[in-house]
Structure formats: C-alpha cells, structure tokens
C-alpha cells in the first residue's frame, strides 16, 4: 500500500517549458487535492477534484491546469512555467468524510519545481 | 478572509519542557481546526483535530473561540517530538478544503 505517490519528484524548468506532475493514490479516496508550499508560507490550495471527472479551483489556480480522468490519479500541469511557479508541490487525497466532519488528508513526499 | 496564523517559525526547548505552539485562525462561521505534523523525511500527517478532543502522542489542542486560537501544547518534550507543525482551518464548502498556516519548527534538545 503506497498511499499517496508523486511523479517527479524533482523537476527543472525553463521558462516557458511545460510539463506535467503525475499524482496516484491507492486508496480509493473520492477527493484529491493540489498544494504549493513555498518559503515562510502556508500551503496553498491550488486545485482540487471531488470525484472522476470533476475538478476545481483553490486559492491560487492561475498558471495550472488539472485533469482527474481516473479516480485514481491527480495531474497538475503547467502549461507556460514561469519562475513565479517555483515551489514545492503536495498532492494529497482523502476519503469523503461522514456528515458535518472534515476528513483526514493523506499527503504525497512532494514535488519540488525549479523554473529558471 | 479565512487565514490561518502562526507567529513563531522556531521554537527551542530542552527536553522534559513544557511546549506551546500559537497557531491562531481567522474564520466567521463555526472553525474546524487541526494539527499537521510532519517528522524528518516523512510525509505531512494529521496529528489531532480539534473536534475530537483527543490527545495524540501527549499532544492536546483546546479550541478558544474567544482567542480566535487553537495552540498545541505538551507538558513534557520529548526529542522525538522535534518535527515541523502546521496549524490548518478547513474551508467553508466541504470537500475536506484545508488552508494551513506556514508552520513552527519545533527543536528539542537533550
């Protein structure tokens, strides 16, 4: 049971590049999420998806697209990378939660982006 | 505006001290806070929820709504506990939407 695995792991960019991150999970969960951590902040909800088929947009989703055409996998892509984009990327997923609960969220080791 | 806030991004204490780590939130409704830590080449993990009121690894966290804080304390330190912390609110809407402060590195030396 791998849980939450990220694809690449380590990237270098140039700007203008684009290139694809690749997030699998094997546990089933309906949701699955995309973060960005970069230094002195928080992580940040770039998109996220609630079902095969469905996505949606966090707090900072401009420069990144996603597709969830399989419930088992997450892509973020980025389609024109600039140095902005520069971070370290989490995905995570987690199970869809009883009523009035939030649920657990099971994080990937993190992709860590350079754009030069 | 939701926001999560944690002052400190070092805190150092010697082992058997007690710890507080200030994680305080910005939020209208009703919060649902949590503890994420994340140890030395391991992933982020949950480490307790505020709803639960539960007590993980001695580690307990006491909603104050009053604050606008939920700090994360520990009577005694242990070396182990030496990790990163993040302090994280989730979002109005569901779908598990957390926003997470940009954490506390906790040191414990012996």
């Known amino acids: 049971n791998a849980g939450v695995t990220q694809t690449p792991k380590f990237r270098v960019l140039k700007t203008g590049q684009s290139m694809t991150l690749l997030c699998a999970q094997d546990m089933n969960h309906e949701y699955m999420y995309w973060y960005r951590q970069d230094p002195g902040m928080g992580l940040r909800l770039i998109h996220y998806?609630?079902?095969?088929?469905?996505?949606a947009k966090g707090e900072v989703p401009d420069g990144y697209n996603v597709s969830r055409l399989k419930k088992q996998n997450f892509l973020l892509g980025l389609e024109s990378a600039a140095p902005s984009q520069t971070s370290v990327y989490f995905c995570a997923s987690s199970p869809r939660p009883g009523l009035d609960e939030t649920g657990e969220l099971f994080f990937g080791e993190g992709s860590r982006l350079t754009v030069l | 505006a939701q926001r999560v806030t944690q002052p400190e991004k070092l805190l150092s204490v010697f082992k058997g001290a007690p710890v507080e780590l200030k994680c305080n939130y910005s939020?209208?409704?009703?919060?649902?806070l949590f503890w994420y830590v994340q140890y030395s080449r391991q992933r982020l993990q949950l480490l307790l929820r505020?709803?639960s009121r539960e007590s993980i690894k001695g580690f307990t966290a006491d909603l104050n709504k009053g604050e606008t804080s939920f700090h994360l304390k520990k009577p005694f330190a242990q070396e182990e506990d030496s990790a990163m912390y993040y302090c994280a609110l989730a979002l109005s809407g569901g779908y598990n939407k957390l926003i997470f402060g940009a954490g506390t590195r906790l040191a414990v030396h012996p």
């Open positions: 998806s609630v079902g095969e088929g469905t996505t």
């Open positions: 505020h709803i």
């Open positions: 939020y209208s409704g009703s919060p649902e």
